[in-house]
Structures are given as structure tokens and as C-alpha cells.
């Protein structure tokens, strides 16, 4: 689902990164809200996880495009420490979560993902930066649509060399799923 957002972001002057980055939090926190329920029945509860990590996925290199946007402004990011912090609150908020589902119960984690995607939410709604208002890389369209067309002609010409990507993207799907 990735391809197809990142699409949309590029393609629509109404639909910016950050709407996306918006929209998608609110689906998380509904969602998480969803598994506070009482009885749910477990198969729904087990498609709403899979969605919040589906939707994750989507999140994650929306994210990344507001860095690289600021980047192309001429904001300096070092992404270096953004991921070296990242692996870091990763950890602490793990250890965190465990602690916590074990002296309470498994509602702590859709209550942290409240917190957290609100947090997300409002990240985003007062994050000011002027190249974000009209959308993500308008000017570098045609450029990108040359790219696709490339990537499209390169497909066939490799086809299991494109084999073999898609089978390490089948691998780090279940990596992505423990995570």
C-alpha cells in the first residue's frame, strides 16, 4: 500500500504528506480504541492489530518524506541520530510496555498507541513549514514520472534480479510483523 499513498501524495494538490500523516494517525487511534472494547471477539481483535501494523508501514516512510522535504529545503537532518534515537526510545519504551502489560494487562498497549498517535497528531498539525503547504515535491513531478517509467523498463529487463527483491521483501515482511 505503500506505492499507491505515496502516489496519492504525489499526484494531489489537496492530499499533502501531512494530511496523510493525519488521517492515518486517526485510524490508529481509532483502531486502538476499538481493542479497548470489552469481549471483543478475538478474530477482530487479531484483524485490528494486523491493520494498526499495516498502517504503520504506510506511516513510517510518510515520516521519512517530511525529513526528506526539509532536506530538500535546505533543512539539515541528520538521519544518523534520528534512527540511533529511534532504536534507542525503541528499546526503553519496550522494556517500558512489558513492564506495564505485565502489571496491569494488555490494555496498556492500545492505550499507548492512543498516546502515542496522538502525540503524532498533534506533532503534525503544529509542525510549520512552509514547502509542505501546497504538497511534497510538486516541481519534481515529470521528473518522478521519468523515473516510474525507467523503473518500469528496468523490471523487465531484470526479471530475477526483480525476483529476487521481492523475495527479500517477502522476508522482511514477517521481520516487520515481530517488530
Not at 498497549?109 to 502515542?116: E, T
Not at 511534497?136 to 529476487?164: G, S
Not at 517477502?170 to 516487520?176: E, L, Q, T, V
Amino acid at each position: 500500500m505503500q506505492p499507491a499513498v505515496a502516489g496519492i501524495a504525489d499526484k494531489s494538490y489537496k492530499i499533502t504528506v501531512r494530511k496523510l500523516i493525519e488521517g492515518f494517525s486517526i485510524v490508529m487511534i481509532l483502531m486502538a480504541v476499538m481493542l479497548l472494547i470489552p469481549n471483543l471477539h478475538f478474530i477482530l481483535i487479531a484483524f485490528v492489530y494486523a491493520a494498526l501494523v499495516a498502517v504503520l508501514q504506510i506511516i513510517t516512510p510518510l515520516v521519512n518524506a517530511v525529513g526528506m522535504e526539509c532536506i530538500n529545503h535546505g533543512i539539515p537532518i541528520n538521519f544518523g541520530i534520528a534512527r540511533g534515537m529511534g532504536s534507542i526510545l525503541y528499546a526503553a519504551i519496550s522494556y517500558i510496555a512489558g513492564a506495564l502489560v505485565s502489571k496491569f494487562s494488555t490494555n496498556v498497549i492500545p492505550i499507548m498507541i492512543i498516546l502515542f498517535y496522538s502525540f503524532l497528531f498533534f506533532s503534525i498539525l503544529t509542525f510549520q513549514f512552509k514547502g509542505m503547504q501546497k504538497g511534497f515535491v510538486k516541481d519534481h513531478f515529470q521528473e518522478e514520472k521519468t523515473k516510474n517509467a525507467k523503473t518500469i523498463d528496468f523490471v523487465k529487463n531484470n526479471q530475477r534480479f526483480f525476483l529476487l527483491l521481492l523475495g527479500i521483501t517477502i522476508c522482511f515482511a514477517s521481520h516487520n510483523i515481530l517488530n
